[in-house]
């Protein structure tokens, strides 16, 4: 059962132009999401994260935009650069209780590459 | 500042013998955390823990087992090791409830099972 679903293994574009990254998830108790970034024989690291009070949060390049209502996640990346190149990773949890309390649910991740 | 450290980095074992993940942070954090990462996979939790001395079930609990006597130490133990366990594990620790405080992770132990 996989409550949190990145459906594009991978992405490649262009530097300079736009990345956009999806993710979905099926849990209605999720109120709070994330995105990792991973390079290659590291472990992921924190990007950027958003409440679900909120549908946008903004952090210089990478925004974070959330649809309730679809249940659905997407983080831009603009302008898009070749160090941007990494796995991207979505995650969910609940801050209200729940058995997801405490804990973060990971997507299958999707493998941006940004070319010169 | 060494932050979330894994040892050993890579791994080889045969069926059946057992083997201890261990993973140290000096950041005082309380939760700590392991994941193991199949290929194509996102991270499974397989146990976490709030605070010394207290642990839980995640996700992909069977066939390891944890403890927490400190606050900075939190090794993962496989009994009896299979090549379902082939996989890249990583623990991550974090203040508190990571909604709030930052996950960090360390570099990773790869295992492989033959």
């Known amino acids: 059962d996989q409550q949190v679903k990145q459906n594009s293994p991978s992405l490649s574009v262009q530097e300079g132009r736009i990345s956009i990254l999806n993710c979905d998830y099926t849990?209605?108790?999720?109120?709070?999401f994330l995105w990792y970034k991973k390079y290659p024989a590291e472990g992921p690291t924190f990007l950027i994260s958003i409440s679900s009070i909120k549908d946008k949060n903004e952090d210089g390049r990478f925004t974070v935009f959330l649809n309730k209502s679809a249940k659905h996640l997407s983080l831009h990346i603009v302008p898009s650069q070749p160090g941007d190149s990494a796995v991207y990773f979505c995650a969910a949890s609940a801050r209200a209780g729940g058995t997801s309390y405490g804990k973060l649910t990971f997507g299958q991740g999707t493998i941006l590459t940004v070319h010169p | 500042n060494a932050g979330v450290t894994q040892t050993p980095k890579f791994r080889i074992l045969k069926i059946g013998q057992s083997m201890t993940l261990q993973c140290t942070q000096d950041?005082?954090?309380?939760?700590m955390y392991w994941y193991r990462q199949d290929p194509g996979m996102g991270l499974k939790l397989i146990y976490y823990?709030?605070?010394?001395?207290?642990?839980d079930k995640g996700e992909v609990p069977n066939g390891y087992n944890v403890s927490r006597s400190t606050t900075e130490d939190f090794p993962l133990r496989l009994e009896l090791a299979a090549p379902s366990q082939t996989s890249v594990y990583f623990c991550?620790?974090?203040?508190?409830?990571?909604?709030?405080?930052?996950?960090?992770f360390g570099p990773g132990t790869r295992l492989t099972v033959l």
């Open positions: 823990s709030v605070g010394a001395g207290i642990t």
């Open positions: 950041m005082n954090h309380n939760y």
């Open positions: 849990n209605s108790m999720f109120d709070y």
């Open positions: 991550a620790s974090s203040y508190s409830n990571p909604v709030y405080n930052e996950q960090f």
